[in-house]
Nanobody, 121 residues
Framework: QVQLVESGGGLAQAGGSRTLSCTVS????????MGWYRQGHAKERELAAS???????SYGNSVKDRYTVSTDFAKNIVDLQMNSLKTEDTAVHYC???????????????WGKGTQVTVSL
């Protein structure tokens, strides 16, 4: 069983910064991709940032140049540094990981419970 624990959500002022962190635990898996998605009120879930193991990083258009994802694949940690925050960044941010099961070799996606980030003027 894979578990994701998120931290770092909360209140921020417009123009400010905040950092989210997610730790992945469990056994019998290899991480292939880690990152963050977000979902604003009455909006669809969208990509914030995602990084492939040893591969490129992808950012959502709305956060590009403001959000930075960093990963430690040895420790199974993915952080999201959010700068120049805007009120429209208010959303539940979800940690996401795609793993390969070392027993079945199947790929599976797992999500954290989500952490709220609220940006005010």
């Amino acid at each position: 069983q894979v578990q994701l624990v998120e931290s770092g959500g909360g209140l921020a002022q417009a123009g400010g910064s905040r950092t989210l962190s997610c730790t992945v635990s469990g056994s019998n898996f290899v991480i292939q991709k880690m990152g963050w998605y977000r979902q604003g009120h009455a909006k669809e879930r969208e990509l914030a940032a995602s990084m492939l193991t040893g591969g490129p990083t992808s950012y959502g258009n709305s956060v590009k140049d403001r959000y930075t994802v960093s990963t430690d694949f040895a420790k199974n940690i993915v952080d999201l540094q959010m700068n120049s925050l805007k009120t429209e960044d208010t959303a539940v941010h979800y940690c996401h990981v795609q793993i390969a099961d070392t027993n079945s070799y199947l790929r599976r996606d797992y999500w954290g419970k989500g952490t709220q980030v609220t940006v005010s003027l």
